[in-house]
């Protein structure tokens, strides 16, 4: 009954709180799935706001120089930032999947990515979804929810002022990400490099054999293989890739409203 009284007391505050939640549901790995409806999305952010609202019971009453339609984009934004930042993880593994595909005569096939319902390459996808249970298994999304209950203290409600260092930030997170993907594909891609140049040392030794006959299938049987034999190893990377993005998330919310 509290809780309820609470609710219909600060409906301002609720109003906010809920906003901050769903710029995060609608831009976070797992949360933003296009399966998952847009109303169990829309009730969790319910929940999760009924939640947080009893942390700022004694909180006294807001005042938006701007009024409360800029505080609730403000909020709005806030949460799609660090759903943002957290996201570039799996467009990394995507990358890496794409430069897989190039090199393993994949690139012309395309599979409809669930996450983004964009296509995508096909081992990219693949790798999206080995990291989607990875992520799930090791709590990523409780952890992302855990930042954005963090991000009130950082980030005031209505106090959303990223300013040029944010921008930085979001620039270097991305970078480091990007080269983490790259970092993944790089075992497969000297690998590929090496049976390009053993196949180029079998063709000028026996020029009747059909290079692109025998060579493409050759690559890619060898390519695949290897993938499949570094596995295991991509779970160790996905870990550190987990907590690398997690660093960045908690790094970029005191920017997202710097002091005087």
Do not use: C
Request: hydrophobic share 60%; glycine share 8%.
């Amino acid at each position: 009954m509290d809780r309820l009284e609470l609710f219909l007391g600060r409906l301002d505050l609720f109003l906010l709180l809920f906003s901050r939640w769903t710029g995060l549901l609608a831009t976070a790995p797992v949360f933003s799935h296009r399966l998952i409806p847009v109303q169990v999305r829309v009730a969790l952010a319910v929940v999760f706001s009924l939640i947080a609202l009893p942390l700022f019971a004694g909180e006294p009453a807001l005042a938006f120089p701007g009024g409360l339609a800029l505080a609730v984009i403000r909020e709005l934004l806030t949460g799609m930032l660090v759903g943002f930042v957290a996201s570039l993880l799996f467009s990394a593994i995507a990358f890496a999947g794409e430069l897989l595909d190039i090199d393993l005569g994949f690139a012309v096939v395309n599979v409809l990515d669930p996450l983004s319902s964009q296509p995508v390459p096909m081992l990219g996808s693949l790798l999206q979804i080995l990291a989607l249970l990875f992520y799930l298994g090791m709590d990523g999304h409780h952890s992302l929810l855990l930042a954005l209950l963090e991000s009130y203290q950082a980030v005031p409600i209505a106090g959303l002022s990223p300013g040029p260092d944010f921008t930085q930030h979001l620039v270097r997170a991305a970078g480091e990400i990007f080269r983490a993907g790259f970092l993944l594909a790089s075992p497969v891609l000297a690998a590929l490099f090496l049976a390009t140049v053993a196949l180029a040392l079998v063709g000028r030794a026996v020029p009747q054999m059909n290079l692109f006959i025998v060579g493409l299938p050759a690559k890619t049987g060898a390519g695949l293989l290897l993938l499949a034999l570094l596995i295991p190893v991509y779970t160790t990377a996905f870990a550190g890739l987990f907590d690398q993005i997690h660093r960045q998330v908690l790094d970029s919310l005191p920017l997202m409203a710097p002091g005087p």
